[in-house]
């Protein structure tokens, strides 16, 4: 029974095919694919179906990516725009906020050291 649109498996692959194929490949192919040991057919296919994939994968998001190593354009033609000079009031700003983590740092050092001197005592 055939349904509509369906092709007859006979019709879809001629029987002259297998011996079509032979003749398709190449003269300097055919010899070689018929006396290759199947090591060889397994290492040129695995080489073309799983290292090659990965290998070309790489390369184009080498490609993609290189242009975010290179320097912008913007910065090779004018050069870095020079900053203003800071006033005295951020500069005074600055040198406070220095002086408070140095207070902070050096009041932890000390209540760690503390610290260790209360456990040494109750050690001894």
């Known amino acids: 029974m055939q349904s509509c649109g369906a092709i007859e498996r006979s019709a879809a692959l001629p029987q002259a095919l297998p011996q079509a194929l032979p003749q398709a490949l ?9 006396k290759a040991p199947p090591f060889v057919l397994r ?6 179906l799983e290292v090659l994939p990965a290998s070309l994968a790489s ?16 910065l090779l033609a004018g050069g870095v725009p020079a900053a203003a000079p800071a006033s ?3 500069i005074r700003l600055v040198r406070d906020e220095h002086d408070l983590i140095r207070d902070f740092l050096v ?18």
């Not at 190449?26 to 018929?34: D, E, K, N, R, V």
């Not at 390369?59 to 913007?74: D, Q, W």
């Not at 009041?107 to 001894?124: E, G, H, K, T, V």
């Open 43 to 48: 290492l040129v296919s695995k080489l073309v």
């Open 107 to 124: 009041a932890q050092q000390a209540a760690q050291q503390s610290r260790y001197a209360a456990a040494d005592a109750q050690s001894a």
């Open 59 to 74: 390369m184009i998001g080498a490609m993609l990516l290189a242009h975010y190593h290179f320097t912008p354009p913007a």
């Open 26 to 34: 190449p003269q300097a192919l055919a010899p070689a694919a018929a």
């Open 88 to 90: 005295p009031e951020m």
